[in-house]
């Protein structure tokens, strides 16, 4: 008894302590995160949901006029150019990614010399911004500077490469400037889930005289998912804010052949004076990721438990 | 006598086992990683029907060489040859192995049955073919229930029935393990490792089995290979091998507790004694043969176990009194540690003994139950 007394303890039963207080000062720590959360999440998406039914031009103003902002918007060619856009950019860049990070962490696993080096060549795009790597391929895709005049240098005077100068296929050009930046970030993503897979598996495949691409396909691929997603919500929130990719190498033209909807939002409200029309533009762009990514946050954490 | 690693290759063929045509022989083999050289120039006959268990501590080379014979790391020089056949070069696959691993290796997303048969579809076996030769591996190894689960719902021990399993639908003279009991919990451990046996009883395939453990080593093994810096210390049965360990360092590698060890001289003439200390051991009765070739400065070791006390220590050729510094009861013996000669050793007695620290007992031994290795080379004397 004299011991527990010295140790502060009270030898008579005690209460459990107050909830609200146990790790108190975690709790203190994280309100400013909360703040943050609540703040500028939550309550700017709820002020520019509720904006955008506005007719707001220079200055945000609560006179409601429906739908009417979105039906213009959808009646906007530039914005379903801007869709369209972003759909091919999109697709094609998760799969390219995907498939060139995880060729690439595959060809870098297979214990080759110089791996370091090649490492840091591959990810050193990643390094540059967006600007940067907008502007050097803008002059290496360049007619008169770049690929096209070199190739015309050697004597293939009809050689055209010129994909930033046609409407047909701007968007291309500017996804080979995205692919370059970005697979070789995903490219370590997927380096670490490969060196993360037990060497056992590669020696029982041997054994098993599974192929090395068979072995890939059935058996690491699918041990690799969590590092699947995670390069799959990093590369997909890198497509829907595309942006300053298309500033630096385009500016949106030809004409309106390269618009993306960050840019559509961005000149609505900053330029042409339209925040309503701005607000239910980034309120779409809202929407669609909302549509993607429920269904899949219900399948990768609701639904069974995972052990 | 002296057993060395140089001569190994002869007790090898001695061996009775290796007289019939071997299930896996390996010539000269190195392998060196860059500039280290991890085996050398190793020879080993394995017979038709064997167990040989490699055993030895972490580093040792016994699981580069199992690999080696797999063929999962290239050698650097020398050959293998399974069933008669050169296989240094041949893929994994085409050896004619299976192989079971320490972390079990299975294909996490497929189940019990898809990991089963993988292989087999993989090698375009008809179907019919692959559902018996499942059906076959699960009744041996009871896995009937678990062939539609995932690795991920099964226990460590099913997981490891499954990864032999995979071994087994191979259809394969030669089974190799790769440590496989080493993930498991000490009971899992012992009830798998009877399984392993009854398993070898029953399809008679030769098997290499890799361990750390001398009990599994001691129990399995019909022939055991002592490993140290990528050389085979000792080649022999399990007997042969606690009984007439060729060196010190296989003498205190096998056997728990370990050997005690006494420094001192050995000296011939009317009688053999091995003086350490104040200490003198007679050495009539000598079990080996190399007495009189080398006398000099010597180890003498002696089993925990071999050491006598009480009356039959009185009875015995060699005995003196000791005191007791430390007792460990261990239920089914108590180990006692005292000192002779200026030595810490240890003592096995039974279980049911009430000695206590501070106790005075006669302990003695036979000259017949003693090993005797010169200091230099610490070979058998």
């Known amino acids: 008894m004299a011991i527990a007394e010295i140790q502060g303890q009270s030898t008579e039963d005690v209460r459990p302590p107050v909830r609200l207080f146990r790790n108190l000062n975690a709790k203190i720590a994280s309100i400013p995160m909360i703040m943050t959360a609540v703040f500028v999440f939550i309550g700017c998406t709820v002020w520019t949901i509720v904006h955008s039914f506005t007719k707001s031009r220079l200055l945000p103003k609560l006179d409601f006029v429906g739908l009417d902002q979105y039906e213009r918007l959808w009646g906007t060619r530039r914005w379903l150019v801007s869709i369209e856009n972003l759909a091919i950019y999109g697709i094609c860049s998760l799969v390219l990614s995907l498939v060139i990070g995880f060729t690439l962490a595959a060809l870098l696993d297979r214990k080759i010399r110089f791996e370091n080096t090649f490492r840091t060549i591959l990810l050193y795009p990643f390094a540059l911004s967006f600007i940067v790597t907008g502007l050097v391929w803008q002059w290496i895709l360049n007619p008169d500077f770049g690929i096209q005049s070199v190739v015309r240098g050697w004597g293939w005077e009809s050689f055209t490469f010129d994909p930033l100068y046609n409407p047909d296929i701007v968007i291309f050009g500017i996804l080979i400037a995205g692919i370059w930046q970005g697979s070789g970030f995903i490219m370590v993503v997927m380096l670490a889930g490969l060196r993360g897979i037990d060497e056992e598996i590669w020696k029982a495949a041997r054994v098993d005289g599974i192929p090395t691409w068979k072995t890939y396909i059935f058996v690491v691929i699918p041990m690799m998912r969590p590092v699947f997603v995670t390069a799959l919500v990093l590369i997909t929130s890198g497509i829907v804010k595309v942006y300053d990719l298309v500033v630096a190498q385009t500016s949106g033209g030809p004409g309106i052949a390269s618009e993306v909807p960050a840019k559509y939002v961005y000149d609505k409200m900053f330029q042409a004076q339209n925040l309503g029309q701005g607000f239910a533009a980034s309120t779409m762009m809202l929407l669609s990721v909302v549509i993607i990514l429920i269904p899949w946050a219900y399948l990768e954490f609701g639904g069974k438990k995972r052990g | ?381």
């Open chain 2, 1 to 381: 006598m002296g057993y060395t690693s140089e001569n190994l290759a002869e007790i090898a063929i001695d061996t009775p086992q290796t007289l019939a045509e071997p299930s896996v022989r390996i010539k000269n083999l190195d392998l060196n990683f860059g500039s280290v050289k991890v085996l050398q120039n190793l020879n080993l006959d394995v017979g038709k029907g064997e167990f040989l268990v490699l055993l030895g501590s972490s580093g040792c080379g016994k699981s580069t060489l199992l690999n080696c014979i797999a063929g999962l790391l290239d050698v650097s020089g020398g050959q293998i040859f399974i069933n008669g056949k050169n296989v240094t070069w041949s893929e994994p696959s085409e050896r004619g192995i299976g192989m079971v691993f320490q972390s079990y290796a299975l294909y996490p997303q497929m189940t019990v049955e898809g990991n089963l048969s993988f292989g087999l579809k993989n090698a375009r076996i008809p179907k019919e073919e692959i559902a018996k030769r499942v059906a076959r591996a699960a009744e041996i190894l009871q896995i009937e229930p678990l062939l539609k689960r995932k690795p991920s719902a099964l226990s460590g021990g099913q997981r490891q029935r499954v990864a032999i399993g995979r071994a087994l639908v191979r259809d394969v003279d030669v089974f190799l393990f790769d440590e496989p009991l080493s993930n498991l919990d000490a009971k899992l451990r012992a009830d798998l490792r009877v399984e392993i046996k009854r398993l070898h009883n029953q399809l008679d395939n030769t098997m290499i089995y890799v361990t750390h453990d001398q009990v599994e080593a001691m129990t399995l093994a019909d022939r055991i290979a002592i490993m140290k810096g990528g050389k085979i210390q000792q080649l022999a049965a399990p007997g042969e091998i606690y009984n007439r360990p060729v060196n010190k360092y296989v003498a205190g590698f096998i056997g728990s507790p370990s050997m005690n060890f006494l420094q001192g001289n050995i000296q011939t003439g009317d009688t053999d004694v091995f003086l350490s200390g104040d200490v003198s051991i007679p050495l009539a009765g000598y079990a080996f043969d190399g007495l009189g070739r080398s006398p000099g400065k010597a180890w003498l070791g002696i089993r925990p176990e071999h050491i006598l006390t009480g009356a039959e220590a009185e009875a015995a050729p060699f005995n003196t009194q000791a005191v007791i510094e430390i007792v460990e009861p261990m239920g089914s013996d108590t180990l006692v540690w005292t000192q002779l000669a200026g030595e810490r050793i240890r003592i096995r007695m039974d279980g049911q003994s009430d000695v206590r620290e501070g106790d005075t007992i006669t302990i003695g031994f036979h000259a017949e139950r003693v090993s005797l290795f010169d200091e230099a080379t610490e070979n058998r004397i």
